[in-house]
C-alpha cells in the first residue's frame, strides 16, 4: 500500500495542485446508450451525439452519469459513474497517512463504474475529488486507500465490453467543512465545469 499526502490553503479553498490525472475527458468518445436530460453548460460541448452528461450538471448521489474517459493514449471511451454514498470516516483512519494527517477528517466516495463504449478499459483507474459544503474543492490530495472502508480498486481485465462494471472508492479528507459532494472534473471539458454529485 502506497500512502501520499498533500494540503494546499489557498484563499478560495481550491487546491492549487491536483493529484497526476488518472483519468481525463476527451469529446472523441462513442456515443452511449443513455442521453442526458441536462444541456450543455455555456463554455462546454458535449460530444457531438449528445450523449454524454453535460459539463457543469448537478446530481444527486445515485444518480448516473455517462462520461467521456481516456486513462492513457490507448485507453478511451465512455463510461457511466453512479455515486453510489458519500461516508464520513473517523479521524483515527487517517493515522496512516502519519502526522500531516492529523486533524483531518476522512471521507469514502463510493462509485460503480460501468464501460458504455465497450472499447478496453482493462486496468484503468477512476478517482473523483471531494468538495465541501458551499463547493470548493477539499484542497487535500490524497494517495491510497483505507483497506477495508475505501479500497480503490482499478476496473478488471475484463472490463472490455459494454455493460461490464465494477465497484471502487476515492478517499478525501478535510480538515474544516464537512464533505457534501464528490465531481468529475477530468480533460478539458469538465476542468472548468466539473459534473458534481451530492447527497
Not at 460541448?45 to 492513457?72: M, N, Q, S
Amino acid at each position: 500500500m502506497s500512502l501520499g499526502l498533500s494540503a494546499c490553503n489557498g484563499d478560495d479553498g481550491e487546491s492549487a495542485a491536483k493529484e497526476s490525472p488518472s483519468a481525463s475527458a476527451s469529446t472523441s468518445a462513442p456515443a452511449s446508450s443513455e442521453p442526458s436530460s441536462e444541456s450543455p453548460a455555456d463554455g462546454g460541448a458535449a460530444p457531438a451525439e449528445g450523449d454524454a452528461t453535460a459539463p457543469g450538471t448537478k446530481l444527486k448521489v445515485g444518480d448516473r452519469a455517462v462520461l467521456p474517459f481516456e486513462y492513457t493514449s490507448d485507453k478511451k471511451g465512455t463510461i457511466a459513474v453512479t455515486v453510489t454514498a458519500i461516508e464520513k470516516g473517523a479521524e483515527a483512519d487517517m493515522d496512516a497517512f502519519g502526522d500531516k494527517a492529523k486533524g483531518m477528517t476522512p471521507y469514502f466516495i463510493k462509485m460503480k463504474v460501468e464501460n458504455v463504449g465497450g472499447t478496453d478499459l482493462s486496468y484503468a483507474s477512476l478517482k473523483l475529488d471531494g468538495v465541501l459544503e458551499g463547493g470548493a474543492g477539499t484542497g487535500v490530495i490524497l494517495m491510497g486507500d483505507i483497506p477495508g472502508k475505501c479500497d480503490r480498486e482499478s476496473a478488471p481485465r475484463e472490463f472490455t465490453t459494454k455493460g461490464a462494471s465494477y465497484e471502487t472508492c476515492s478517499l478525501t479528507a478535510t480538515k474544516t467543512a464537512p464533505v457534501t459532494g464528490a465531481e468529475f472534473d477530468e480533460g478539458d471539458t469538465y476542468s472548468d465545469s466539473p459534473v458534481v454529485w451530492t447527497g
